[in-house]
């Protein structure tokens, strides 16, 4: 892909050839649009099984990731970062997608990290995560708002919960869906500031066994 510039191209969209002129975002790029083969490898079927799975990965919390996963750069969208970072995270052993829990994020950015604490499961599918309340005395940081994502890989869904807690309380409950009664539950937390602009960089807190 490339931008446009003082071109004959430019000011028209659509195909030419190959060459395929879009506008994106208030910018003029160019693309070569791909020529049809006749069959695959085995390497662009894994990469192709790979983002199918990054994408629905992503749609679990694809509004939050929009907003709260760092800041545009150029043509590269928070949502772009975040689908970015789904893909480094995730590999392919056979037909099963293994996920690097630890490295995977759901949000980026530069307000006062969490300092994670514990994670519980309790009775109706409860999931309870604990934190240390490390905001300055008297400052905005007090009203932080914790979200909470959690996955469950053997069904490849999850559910998100959005601003369930301040940060000064230290602890945050959600409560799950009785059909996942008995799941593995994979579990992230992050805080964004009460007007709504900036996350910090989320935490991997663990897993649990949903009772």
């Known amino acids: 892909m490339g931008r446009v510039t003082n071109s004959i191209l430019s ?3 659509g195909r030419t050839g190959r060459v395929v002129i879009a506008n994106v975002h208030g910018v003029e790029v160019s693309r070569a649009r791909p020529t049809t083969r006749s069959s695959s490898t085995g390497p662009q079927n894994a990469h192709r099984e790979l983002f199918r799975f990054a994408v629905a990965f992503l749609g679990l919390y694809k509004s939050f990731a929009r907003l709260y996963f760092g800041k545009r750069k150029g043509l590269v969208t ?12 995730i590999q392919l052993a056979g037909s099963d997608v293994f ?35 490390n905001a300055p ?7 932080d708002l914790c979200s909470i994502f959690v996955y469950l890989p053997n069904r490849r869904d999850g559910q998100f919960f959005n601003t369930v807690a301040l940060r ?3 602890t945050a409950t959600v409560n799950l869906l009785p059909l996942y009664a008995g799941e593995e539950a994979h579990v992230w937390a992050a805080f964004t500031d009460e007007d709504g602009t900036v996350a910090c960089n989320s935490k991997y807190l663990g897993s649990v066994t949903l009772t």
């Open 11 to 13: 000011g028209t969209s």
């Open 78 to 89: 928070p949502y772009n970062q975040a689908q970015a970072n789904v893909m480094e995270s």
């Open 99 to 133: 996920i690097n829990y630890n490295q995977l994020l759901i949000s980026k950015g530069n307000l006062l990290e969490m300092i994670p604490g514990s994670i519980n499961a309790g009775a109706a599918q409860a999931v309870t995560i604990t934190w240390t309340n």
């Open 137 to 143: 005395p008297a400052s905005s940081n007090l009203r």
């Open 168 to 170: 000064q309380a230290g």
